[in-house]
């Protein structure tokens, strides 16, 4: 029996109630309902739970998603999501002088290195959270005490873990054989790189426009449906089920504030230095394919912060520039301020994260605002420091790969491939596995090239079509 995770019905639903709630419908009556017909309120944490729901509640499950998605939902002009209300709501002219070069007028040229610095960067990051995404940071803890790796320094490794340990704290096992330090043997395959992976090929072959069908149609061709998970899983199967791109992200999608559409938008940033506006149009004519508020924002951060880590010297001129892309009022800047004053406290890595983990007390470990505050938390406290930014973006628990990734993604940029540690890159054997057609063993070296190769060519998110 296959039970697919992020797509059986009656597991959706709690997901729905959830996500509901936080845009503020009245769902209570609802909610009432769907336990007294026998179904659950606790949403599964790992996307699916054991065993299918008889047919009667699964079909019923539909049914209250559909009224879930009709229930209206009170305006938020803190959290629009059209990109006319959002570019109105931009703040780079009010920002220090210390990012002025990096407005929308007059993009720059991104040092070769850099570029390149980031793309590994990213795969590094991501290679040290893929063994214990899932794991929780209780869980990181007592693996890296058992083995005598505490505190976090190096890539993961089960050498001397013990068996009791072991079962109380289970690793993701799909990824332990590649991304231990005793096996990794180039990048493996992930999400967070095939999805960069798309954007770099979706720009490649681009008008100077590109548009949300673009995108899909992109997915379609290259990604297998297997390989995307929460928010991209269901518009994947939206899509198929022929309803539009403009809309997918807004049928039985409870994931639309989750970190999936994050992880998308790298390649954006990189792709246009020093046009951080530019970067954030892109970005969000990707991201809201899957995703709505929150987790557009978050995919519009994301991009801004790499178009300036390609330029900048320093993290707090990223973090400064990519919250400008972001309206003030939302949770998601909230969020990014929140994790900044704690790096920028005297509490402890542990005591911080603590407060991290109060805050944002019950929410799922793969939505978008608890990681992109520990995120922040990470680059801040990291000072830009390759090694220290992203074990603190991993230790700190959540969806460990894609905050290590996007983490090492800025700090790579930063410093460039030239001043990587080796311990963290030579391990990548400067090779990427991915299901993606055409990219499967491709050279970082090679990613880089391609991308600095858009450079300049004008690519614009544009508006809505």
């Known amino acids: 029996m296959i039970r697919l995770t992020w797509a059986q019905p009656e597991d959706l639903v709690p997901h729905e109630l959830v996500a509901s709630g936080e845009e503020h419908k009245d769902v209570a009556e609802i909610a009432d309902r769907w336990l007294?017909?026998?179904?659950?309120?606790?949403?599964?944490?790992s996307g699916a739970t054991p065993s299918p729901a008889p047919a009667s509640l699964r079909s019923f499950a539909r049914d209250l998603l559909d009224e879930l998605d009709a229930t209206p939902a009170p305006l938020h002009?803190?959290?629009?999501?059209?990109?006319?209300?959002?570019e109105a709501q931009w703040r780079l002219a009010n920002t220090v002088d210390a990012i002025a070069p990096f407005g929308e007028v007059g993009k720059l040229d991104a040092p070769a290195g850099r570029v390149h610095g980031a793309w590994l960067g990213r795969a590094a990051g991501c290679l040290l959270g893929k063994p214990v995404e899932k794991t929780g940071r209780a869980g990181i803890r007592a693996i890296l005490e058992a083995t005598g790796e505490w505190p976090l320094r190096r890539y993961f490794t089960a050498t001397g873990l013990d068996d009791v340990t072991a079962a109380a704290h289970p690793w993701n096992r799909r990824s332990a054989p590649t991304s231990l330090r005793e096996n990794i043997d180039g990048m493996p395959e992930d999400d967070d790189l095939n999805f960069p992976l798309i954007a770099l090929r979706l720009l490649e072959s681009a008008r100077p426009s590109f548009t949300v069908d673009d995108v899909a149609t992109s997915w379609l061709a290259h990604l297998p449906g297997g390989r995307v998970f929460t928010a991209e899983r269901i518009v994947y199967r939206n899509l198929l089920d022929g309803i539009e791109p403009d809309i997918a992200a807004t049928v039985r999608n409870p994931f639309r504030q989750w970190i999936g559409a994050q992880i998308r938008t790298d390649v954006y940033g990189w792709a246009n230095p020093g046009d951080p506006l530019g970067a954030a149009r892109l970005a969000w004519q990707d991201a809201r394919l899957s995703h709505r508020r929150n987790g557009v924002f978050g995919a519009m951060f994301a991009a801004a912060a790499c178009a300036v880590a390609v330029v900048a010297d320093d993290v707090e001129?990223?973090?400064?520039?990519?919250?400008?892309?972001?309206?003030?009022?939302?949770?998601?800047?909230e969020a990014i301020r929140f994790?900044?004053?704690?790096?920028?406290?005297?509490?402890?890595a542990e005591m911080?994260?603590?407060?991290?983990?109060?805050?944002?007390?019950?929410?799922?470990?793969?939505?978008?605002?608890?990681?992109?505050?520990?995120?922040?938390f990470a680059l801040t406290r990291g000072r830009g420091d390759f090694g220290a930014t992203i074990t603190t973006a991993v230790a700190g628990g959540w969806d460990t790969d894609s905050v290590g990734a996007t983490a090492g993604s800025i700090v790579g940029a930063l410093v460039g491939a030239d001043e990587l540690p080796a311990e963290w890159i030579d391990p990548l054997r400067n090779r990427l596995a991915s299901s993606v057609p055409g990219f499967d063993g491709i050279g970082f070296d090679v990613l880089a090239e391609r991308t600095t190769a858009l450079t300049g060519r004008s690519i614009s998110g544009g508006r809505a079509s």
């Not at 990223?318 to 400008?324: G, H, I, R, T």
């Not at 109060?358 to 505050?373: E, I, K, P, T, Y």
């Open 77 to 86: 002009p803190d959290e629009p999501d059209e990109l006319a209300a959002l």
């Open 339 to 348: 994790g900044r004053e704690l790096g920028a406290s005297g509490l402890d």
């Open 36 to 45: 007294t017909a026998g179904g659950s309120l606790v949403a599964p944490e």
């Open 352 to 376: 911080a994260v603590d407060e991290l983990v109060d805050r944002f007390a019950g929410m799922h470990w793969v939505h978008v605002l608890n990681n992109s505050a520990l995120l922040a």
């Open 317 to 333: 001129t990223v973090l400064d520039v990519a919250l400008a892309v972001v309206p003030p009022n939302s949770r998601y800047a």
